[in-house]
């Protein structure tokens, strides 16, 4: 299987989505399926794990039922509120649809770049782990070190880094985001994604070469078995095509072999997050 582990849909006049600020106006639109399929087509794209948007379980109920509805999505990444005291009742009523694969919550938004490790937040991940479900961390750098805790913490929880952690590209960082990469690639439970590159880049000007030297930190941390495509349709719009951030990847991971880009462009993501062909 061909599977784009990262991408999301919205509707504008269905839910708010704070995040999405004036600055970001290609996105102020409608993105479904219908938007979506011809790229996978093109691009012999087999599925897709869909990513939750906002802290909304309406919304990971409707993303259940587009997943109901369209079977190219063959996982969702859903959103519940970990702090709640009820939120193992939730994730089983959600996950009476096998399609439910994870979890995850903006916690690069949380005000405490420690917000992982709060108590309460620590108790909604152990729901998870004992449903067996995974959890996207979705942080920048300063969260690394909570990420690194959260990992040694629920080693039975399987952990996945959205978009390398956003290391600053575009300003050349590197220090504060390189080492708390290098020490969660030492937890055999974290993975990451090999997504939202180019919008870490600069959105006008970026080229693949600028990339790269990210993308070999990764591959060195976490070897290319633990590591998986994700488009970042449609956000990736903001600063390229899908198009051109799956060209941007192939181009940089052209050194691997046979086995190592099949495991980069899908296998990964179907071990990760157990997706079923077909299902």
């Not at 299987?1 to 849909?9: E, G, K, L, V």
């Not at 011809?38 to 990971?60: C, F, K, N, W, Y």
């Not at 063959?74 to 519940?80: K, L, Y």
């Amino acid at each position: 299987m061909r599977i784009d582990a990262h991408q999301h849909f919205w509707n504008i006049g269905r839910y708010d989505y704070p995040w999405m600020g004036p600055e970001l106006s290609v996105l102020r639109r409608d993105y479904g399926p219908e938007h979506l399929r011809a790229l996978l087509t093109r691009h012999r794209m087999d599925g897709t794990v869909l990513v939750q948007t906002i802290s909304s379980v309406p919304e990971t109920r409707w993303f259940l039922e587009l997943a109901r509805q369209h079977a190219f999505i063959t996982g969702v990444v859903g959103w519940v509120d970990l702090t709640n005291l009820s939120v193992g009742a939730t994730l089983d009523e959600l996950r009476q649809n096998s399609k439910l694969v994870g979890i995850r919550h903006q916690v690069h938004d949380e005000p405490a770049v420690d917000w992982l490790l709060r108590r309460d937040v620590q108790q909604g991940l152990q729901e998870l782990a004992r449903r067996n479900l995974a959890y996207d961390l979705l942080i920048r750098p300063p969260h690394l070190a909570a990420a690194l805790a959260v990992a040694r913490t629920f080693p039975d929880l399987r952990l996945v880094v959205n978009h390398l952690a956003k290391p600053r590209i575009a300003q050349a960082g590197w220090d504060d985001w390189a080492d708390g990469m290098a020490a969660l690639g030492r937890c055999g439970n974290v993975w990451c994604k090999l997504s939202g590159m180019i919008t870490e880049a600069d959105w006008g000007a970026w080229r693949p070469a600028e990339l790269k030297p990210y993308l070999d930190h990764v591959l060195e941390a976490f070897g290319t078995a633990r590591v998986m495509f994700g488009s970042d349709w449609p956000v990736c719009l903001l600063a390229g095509s899908y198009d051109r951030v799956l060209e941007a990847l192939e181009t940089n991971v052209a050194h691997l072999n046979a086995r190592e880009r099949e495991q980069v462009f899908g296998a990964n993501a179907a071990q990760f997050y157990r997706l079923q062909e077909g299902s």
